[in-house]
Nanobody, 124 residues
Framework: EVQLVESGGGLVQPGGSLTLSCVVS????????IGWFRQAPGKEREGVSC???????YSPDSLEGRFTMSRNNAKNTVYLQMNSLKPEDTAVYYC??????????????????WGQGTQVTISS
């Protein structure tokens, strides 16, 4: 059974930091790109960052380098370190898996498997 389980969400003050984790199971981790996505109330889902099976990371410029994704293949886990958080970062954050043989990952394609999401709220 394929599972992606996110954790680490919570309430943080603006300017603070938070690290999300996503543990995956049920498939060969190296064969999949893993992506982080978020969806705020009333907004479309947005790609945050992704890592290819080789560990190459892509993040959109719009995040201004505030978010850093990492991947530990030995632990079947990916992380999203989020710094300088803003109220507009408030959203449910999801990790997702895409079976792909490409060297680089992409965010604007349908992913195969999704986690249940973890709520991140940035508020004073």
């Amino acid at each position: 059974e394929v599972q992606l389980v996110e954790s680490g969400g919570g309430l943080v003050q603006p300017g603070g930091s938070l690290t999300l984790s996503c543990v995956v199971s049920g498939f060969t981790f190296d064969d999949y790109a893993i992506g982080w996505f978020r969806q705020a109330p009333g907004k479309e889902r947005e790609g945050v960052s992704c890592s290819s099976g080789e560990g190459l990371i892509y993040s959109p410029d719009s995040l201004e380098g505030r978010f850093t994704m990492s991947r530990n293949n030995a632990k079947n886990t990916v992380y999203l370190q989020m710094n300088s958080l803003k109220p507009e970062d408030t959203a449910v954050y999801y990790c997702a898996a895409l079976r792909t043989a490409t060297r680089w990952c992409v965010l604007d394609v349908p992913y195969n498997y999704w986690g249940q999401g973890t709520q991140v709220t940035i508020s004073s």
